[in-house]
Nanobody, 115 residues
Framework: QVQLVESGGGLVQAGGSLRLSCAFSGSIFSSNAMGWYRQAPGKQREWLSTITSGGSTNYADSAKGRFAISRDNAKEMVYLQMNSLKPEDTAVYYC?????????WGPGTQVTVSS
């Protein structure tokens, strides 16, 4: 069973940076596409970015130019580097793994950006 655990969230001032990490276990990491979503209070969950098993990346418009996804297959980790953070980036951030049509979610990590 795939398990995901996010870390790296916290409180940061507007304009600051955070790096989220996600630890993967329970399957073959390198065969999974990985991604990040977020959910702000009172809003629907929003897709942010995906990185395929081959390393190709895609970003939502809200993440382009400010966020960068990466993965380390040897460490079975995926990362989300977030720069130039804004108060509207405040949300719970979730790591997602996808393989063979199944999606697995981590419990999330809170990111709060103060103005």
């Amino acid at each position: 069973q795939v398990q995901l655990v996010e870390s790296g969230g916290g409180l940061v001032q507007a304009g600051g940076s955070l790096r989220l990490s996600c630890a993967f276990s329970g399957s073959i990491f390198s065969s999974n596409a990985m991604g990040w979503y977020r959910q702000a209070p009172g809003k629907q969950r929003e897709w942010l970015s995906t990185i395929t098993s081959g390393g190709s990346t895609n970003y939502a418009d809200s993440a382009k130019g400010r966020f960068a996804i990466s993965r380390d297959n040897a460490k079975e980790m995926v990362y989300l580097q977030m720069n130039s953070l804004k108060p509207e980036d405040t949300a719970v951030y979730y790591c997602v793994a996808s393989s063979l049509g199944k999606m697995y979610w981590g419990p999330g990590t809170q990111v709060t950006v103060s103005s």
